[in-house]
């Protein structure tokens, strides 16, 4: 017999279900706190997982009360939400996903596993692959946008990142694909509301980053918290079960979100709790985080015959297998490591920096105000985000702390050794009183630079921070309007950085400003990252993975939205319109300025026609015709001419970046394999369909910019 099958033989029924249930310690609280002291338990056996706790000291004494005090001597997993680092932070997902560079993209993961893990860690709930084209729902920060084909690229990223080439390695993590599946569309974008969306959407969209999470495999699954049409996800077994373990192959661990068993009481699907942890059960749900639901509902289950002992086996396999995937019977303690070297933080560091300022966008830059210039003799940095190390670090946080974060004033002092540096907060980030703004208007008399940083407080996104109104809060605008209008009056280069968890709907401060960088929350190197950029040091090459709308009544605002039967035109009073505001969004998905100017020319496609297995090469050549050096991200787009399903305008197949120095020229070359160009049919199933299929090539996703041509898809 396997140890695994030695063990289950011996196991009681409460050891058993010790091992399908995860328990929160007091380190961070990310829902309600319903954790007693689990010493006891992890003794008896009564629980084999954790999750919210840090530290190798800590974690290996846990370990030790598992693998010496416990009957069975069974490892616990630990787990934290190590979303976009651990102690030593990057960009949020949102950002980093619009450096739009796979490579960069797994190498913040790689650290984040290998901090993590040091502190005794072995599991992270990350990456977060929820499609969000709606910006009020906060949790929109913690993915990659808009877009299913980059939520695909990214999750393949994250988990080679998270979980390295050896799930067993001492600096490896198990990635945990979340929230499966569909949360980002919840009603009208409020937290933990109900999503109802087509069988469509839900296989083009929302399915495919799973998919593709599965095949890079990742270890564990966490199911939404939410309703698809009425089924809780946690009891959902036809995608559960009938896509993600029979259709997908996934055989690893599915863990509950944060005591989501016992919320199906909530939702009206379960009287009781052992009818909740029954459904959970058949739906493949094999740890419990929280609920208690799997400890004290599934002996009752099991009297009632709602579950078969042969269930709650499997389920334990599958957890036990994970622990020893992850090595953790061999050597408990051997992610429990020492402190990590200087050498190492110091490296960490830098990658944050060079992440943080590639992950910048810059949205607008009239009469090239940025870069700043070196030799300003006064710089006055101004705002509620000027100031604030401690928000940088943006939601999810980890073991983060506000000391070990850069604000963009110290950033900027410590880059202009030579420059006066004056800062004033002009208002607090949500605040009412304006008494401040006075004092940060005088400043800007006596700079000749201005550098006015808003934006949303960390806490503004992320879970449960949906926001209807998504302009500044507080009373920003009222600072922003008095510094611009002052700055303008003296003709002084006046920029707004903003920090954010979404797209802010700003279009009166746009159009108020020459300048505007989002930065979003660039983590613990914000400030060295936004002077880099400011100062010119390093040329914007961020891209908006998501959106700007103009206003909140656009949303949801999607490039890949499906055409008309009237689209829109001016002239003609009955087509798909607004009265009050254009259709386009502020700034659509892919857009962010450099300090180059790219001219697109030459697009060739390698072939006129395309079977099924092909593979087309798109080629564009660029010229900086800019006074900088800059790196250009170029994206590819399809249109479908003529499709058995009405096609989205524009779908997203490709991307590539290339660096040039001013009136330099390049090539870029991007592979899409036919099979992309796949379709639903209207059972859903994928077809290749004849037909001719537009490609498009550029900068971003407005048909203006973009450069067109045509390949035909063939049978055969
Ligand atoms: C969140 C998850 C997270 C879990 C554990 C829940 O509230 O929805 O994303 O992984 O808490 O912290």
Known sequence: ??????????????????????????????????????????????????????????????????????????????????????????????????????????????????EGAADGLALTFAPMLDVSRDPRWGRTVEGSGEDSWLAAQMAVAKVRGFQGTDLAAP?????????????????????????DISERTLHEVHLPPFAAAVRAGVATVMPAFTDLAGIPMTAHTPLLRDWLRV????????????????????????????????????????????????????????ERGLVSIEQIDTAVTRVLHLKERLGLFADPYGRCRTLESAATITRRRALARRVGAQSLVLLKNGHDVLPFRKSLRRLAVVGPLAEAAGEMRGPWWAAGVPDNHVSVFTGLR???????????????????DTEGI???????????????????????????????????????????????????????????VLFCGRPLTVPQLVADSDAVLVAWFPGCEAGHAVADVVLGRVSPSGRTAISWPRFVGQIPLFHSERRSGRPANPADKFTSK???????????????????????????????????????EVRVDLTNEGRSAARETVFVFTHDVVASVAPPLLQLAGFARLELAPGETGTVSIAVPATQLKILDPDLAPVFEPGVVEILVGPRADRADLLVGAVELQAG
């Not at 416990?70 to 030593?88: A, E, T």
């Not at 993590?173 to 937290?191: D, M, N, S, W």
């Not at 005088?442 to 209807?468: F, N, P, T, Y």
């Open 1 to 114: 017999m396997s140890r695994i099958e030695t063990l289950i033989a011996s196991m009681t029924l409460a050891e058993k279900l010790g091992q399908l249930t995860m328990t929160a310690s007091s380190f961070t609280v990310t829902g309600p706190v319903i954790a007693g002291d689990s010493t006891e338990s992890i003794r008896s056996g009564a629980i084999g997982n954790l999750l919210n706790m840090v530290g190798a000291g800590p974690v290996r004494e846990l370990q030790r009360l598992a693998v010496e005090e416990s009957r069975l001597k069974i490892p616990l997993l630990i787990g934290l939400d190590i979303i976009h680092g651990h102690r030593s932070l990057f960009p949020v997902p949102l950002a980093e996903a619009g450096v739009f560079d796979p490579v960069l993209w797994e190498a913040t993961a790689r650290e984040a596993a290998t």
């Open 438 to 496: 006075a004092a940060a208007v005088a400043l800007c008399d006596q700079a000749d630079g201005i550098l006015l940083c808003l934006g949303e407080a960390a806490v503004m996104s992320g879970e449960a921070a949906s926001r209807v109104n998504l302009g500044l809060p507080g009373q920003q605008d009222a600072l922003a309007s008095a510094v611009l209008a002052r700055a303008r009056t003296l003709r002084k280069p006046c920029a707004v």
């Open 578 to 616: 607004y009265l009050d505001s254009p259709n386009e969004p502020l700034f659509p998905f892919g857009h962010g300025l450099t300090y180059g100017r790219f001219r697109y020319s030459n697009l060739r496609l390698s072939a006129p026609a395309l079977k099924v297995r092909d593979t087309l």
């Open 247 to 302: 259709r997908c192959g996934f055989d690893g661990v599915i863990i509950s979100d944060y005591n989501a068993i016992r919320e199906l009481l909530n939702h009206g699907v379960a009287a009781d709790l052992p009818q909740a942890a029954a459904l959970a059960l058949h739906a493949g749900v094999d740890i419990d985080m929280m609920a208690d639901g799997y400890r004290h509902g599934l002996p009752v289950a099991l």
């Open 414 to 432: 410590t880059a202009l050794p030579d420059t006066t540096m004056l800062y004033a907060q002009g208002v607090t980030i949500e605040g009412n």
């Open 171 to 195: 600096d490896a993590l198990a990635a945990c694909a979340k929230h499966f599946c569909a949360y980002g569309p919840v009603t009208a974008g409020r937290e933990y509301a109900s999503v």
